[in-house]
C-alpha cells in the first residue's frame, strides 16, 4: 500500500497547492480505486450539493461518514449549462481525504484537460461519449489509461532506484477510465470502448445540476449494460448518477449498479452516515397486505 507518506503537512499558508506541488506525496503500490470490491455497492457523494464554503470540512465528514469515493462534478458552461469545479479544487481536496476522488468531466474537449486532473490527484477521471464533449472518445479514454501506464511504470522505477524520497511524484499513479453517458444516448456508442474503460457512468438525470428527480428509463439501460459486459465478457464499475437516494437506489442495484452517486440525498440529509448506509441497504418495497 503507501510506500512513503510525506511526514510534512500542508502549511496553512497563502499558497497550499504550491507548497504540496514542492512536498513529498504518498506513492501507492495500486490504485486507490482497486481498494474496494466490484461485489460491494459503493457510494460515492456528489459535492456539488455540499457547502462550498467549507469544501474541505464537507469532504473529511463524507469521509467519516463511511463513503468510499468522493464524487467531483466538473462542468464548463458549454457541455453543460453551469460552471464549477477545475483541476486545482481537486488538488485541494487530494491532501484532505484518501478515499477515490472520482471525476465527472462535463466539459467539451476533455482531451485537453486528462492530464491536468491526473496531476491533481484524480483517481478516476471519466469523460461522456457524446460528440457535443469529445468527437474522439476512443482517443480520450486511452489518454487516461497512458496516464495510468505511465505512471506505474515511474512507480517501479523508483522502487528499483530507490528514489521514493521526497519531490518524487507519482500522484496519478492508477488513474481509471470511464465512460459517461447522458439519458438520451444510447448504449451502442460505447461498444466499441466498453473493452477500454474501467467504469461506465449511466446518468439518471440530464448532466448540469444537482437535486434533479430520477429518470426511471435509466433502469433499463443500466439492465441492458450488465447484459453487454456479461456477453464481452468485461466487468468494468457500474455508476449511476442523478436522483439516487435511498428510497430508489435498490432499483439501480438491482439492474447492476455497483457505485452510486448521491449528491443532494447526502448533503441536504440530517445525517451524512445515515443516508450513505440508507443507500447501501436500499430495499424494495414490501408490498402493503391487501385487508
Ligand atoms: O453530474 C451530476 C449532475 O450533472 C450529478 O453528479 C449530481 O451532482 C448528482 O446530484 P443529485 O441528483 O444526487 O442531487
Ligand atoms: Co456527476
Same mark, same amino acid.
Given at each position: 500500500?503507501?510506500?512513503?507518506?510525506?511526514?510534512?503537512?500542508?502549511?496553512?499558508?497563502?499558497?497550499?497547492?504550491?507548497?504540496?506541488?514542492?512536498?513529498? $506525496?504518498?506513492?501507492?503500490?495500486?490504485?486507490?480505486?482497486?481498494?474496494?470490491?466490484?461485489?460491494?455497492?459503493?457510494?460515492?457523494?456528489?459535492?456539488?450539493?455540499? &457547502?462550498?464554503?467549507?469544501?474541505?470540512?464537507?469532504?473529511?465528514?463524507?469521509?467519516?461518514?463511511?463513503?468510499?469515493?468522493?464524487?467531483?462534478?466538473?462542468?464548463?458552461?458549454?457541455?453543460?449549462?453551469? /460552471?464549477?469545479?477545475?483541476?486545482?479544487?481537486?488538488?485541494?481536496?487530494?491532501?484532505?481525504? &484518501?478515499?477515490?476522488?472520482?471525476?465527472?468531466?462535463?466539459? $467539451?474537449?476533455?482531451?485537453?484537460?486528462?492530464?491536468?486532473?491526473?496531476?491533481?490527484?484524480?483517481?478516476? /477521471?471519466?469523460?461522456?461519449?457524446?460528440?457535443?464533449?469529445?468527437?474522439?472518445?476512443?482517443?480520450?479514454?486511452?489518454? !487516461?489509461?497512458?496516464?495510468?501506464?505511465?505512471?506505474?511504470?515511474?512507480?517501479?522505477?523508483?522502487?528499483?532506484?530507490?528514489?521514493?524520497?521526497?519531490?518524487?511524484?507519482?500522484?496519478?499513479?492508477?488513474?481509471?477510465?470511464?465512460?459517461?453517458?447522458?439519458?438520451?444516448?444510447?448504449?451502442?456508442?460505447?461498444?466499441? !470502448?466498453? &473493452?477500454?474503460?474501467?467504469?461506465?457512468?449511466?446518468?439518471? $438525470?440530464?448532466?448540469?445540476?444537482?437535486?434533479?428527480?430520477?429518470?426511471?428509463?435509466?433502469?433499463?439501460?443500466?439492465?441492458?449494460?450488465?447484459?453487454?459486459?456479461?456477453? %464481452?465478457?468485461?466487468?468494468?464499475?457500474?455508476?449511476?448518477?442523478?436522483?439516487?437516494?435511498?428510497?430508489?437506489?435498490?432499483?439501480?442495484?438491482?439492474?447492476?449498479?455497483?457505485?452510486?452517486?448521491?449528491?443532494?440525498?447526502?448533503?441536504?440529509?440530517?445525517?451524512?452516515?445515515?443516508? /450513505?448506509?440508507?443507500?447501501?441497504?436500499?430495499? %424494495?418495497?414490501?408490498?402493503?397486505?391487501?385487508?
Amino acid at each position: 500500500m503507501a510506500l512513503l507518506a510525506s511526514t510534512s503537512k500542508l502549511a496553512s499558508g497563502a499558497r497550499p497547492v504550491a507548497a504540496s506541488r514542492r512536498t513529498a $506525496v504518498r506513492v501507492q503500490a495500486t490504485s486507490r480505486v482497486d481498494r474496494y470490491s466490484k461485489n460491494d455497492i459503493i457510494v460515492s457523494p456528489s459535492i456539488l450539493s455540499a &457547502d462550498f464554503a467549507k469544501l474541505g470540512d464537507e469532504v473529511r465528514a463524507i469521509d467519516q461518514a463511511g463513503c468510499e469515493w468522493v464524487h467531483i462534478d466538473v462542468m464548463d458552461g458549454r457541455f453543460v449549462p453551469n /460552471i464549477t469545479i477545475g483541476p486545482l479544487i481537486v488538488e485541494a481536496l487530494r491532501p484532505v481525504t &484518501d478515499k477515490v476522488l472520482d471525476c465527472h468531466l462535463m466539459i $467539451v474537449e476533455p482531451e485537453l484537460r486528462v492530464a491536468d486532473f491526473a496531476k491533481a490527484g484524480a483517481d478516476i /477521471i471519466s469523460v461522456h461519449a457524446e460528440q457535443s464533449s469529445t468527437i474522439h472518445l476512443h482517443r480520450v479514454v486511452n489518454q !487516461v489509461r497512458t496516464r495510468a501506464a505511465a505512471a506505474a511504470r515511474a512507480l517501479a522505477r523508483a522502487q528499483s532506484q530507490s528514489q521514493t524520497q521526497s519531490g518524487y511524484r507519482i500522484k496519478d499513479l492508477g488513474v481509471k477510465a470511464g465512460v459517461v453517458l447522458n439519458p438520451g444516448t444510447p448504449l451502442s456508442t460505447i461498444e466499441y !470502448v466498453l &473493452d477500454q474503460v474501467d467504469l461506465v457512468l449511466i446518468m439518471s $438525470v440530464n448532466p448540469g445540476f444537482g437535486g434533479q428527480s430520477f429518470i426511471e428509463s435509466q433502469v433499463a439501460k443500466i439492465r441492458e449494460l450488465k447484459k453487454l459486459c456479461l456477453e %464481452k465478457g468485461v466487468n468494468p464499475w457500474i455508476e449511476v448518477d442523478g436522483g439516487v437516494t435511498p428510497a430508489n437506489a435498490w432499483k439501480v442495484i438491482d439492474a447492476g449498479a455497483n457505485a452510486l452517486v448521491a449528491g443532494s440525498a447526502v448533503f441536504k440529509a440530517p445525517s451524512y452516515r445515515d443516508a /450513505i448506509n440508507g443507500i447501501k441497504a436500499s430495499k %424494495k418495497p414490501v408490498a402493503a397486505a391487501v385487508a
